[in-house]
């Protein structure tokens, strides 16, 4: 059995989000929550509650469904950042031009199973 969570156009750029996402994929949800509780990366906080998230609704689909799940079975089974649509901002220039920038955002999907 799997559940999911998804967080769409976190401001966070796909390559730094990866980073913090690959820490975790495959581990234990408890052993993923301390390990993200522990990191510096600024999008570990995020993280950590989606994937706290995806736990919750593992805990409703087991009461609502009677699903049979095992919570403290689960497992990060899959982690995909995918890249979503990019803010565009002007940054002033000299001698008064100006020069567009990207603000990039991140969409992640985290899908937890039983071992």
């Known amino acids: 059995m799997e559940v999911r969570a998804v967080l769409r156009d976190y401001r966070v750029s796909p390559q730094k989000a990866r980073l913090v ?6 581990k234990g949800v ?20 989606l994937v706290r998230s995806a736990l919750a609704n593992a805990e409703d689909k087991n009461n609502r469904d009677k699903a049979g799940i095992d919570v403290d079975n689960l497992f990060v089974h899959t982690i995909m950042v995918d890249q979503g649509a ?5 940054r002033a220039r000299a001698q008064g031009r100006a020069a567009w920038i ?5 969409h992640v999907t985290v899908v937890l199973a039983e071992r």
């Open 21 to 26: 996402a690959d820490q975790i994929r495959g």
């Open 102 to 106: 990207q603000r990039p955002t991140s």
């Open 30 to 49: 408890e052993d993923a929550l301390v390990t993200l509780a522990l990191s510096t990366k600024r999008f570990a906080r995020p993280l950590q509650k």
């Open 86 to 90: 990019a803010m565009w901002r002007i």
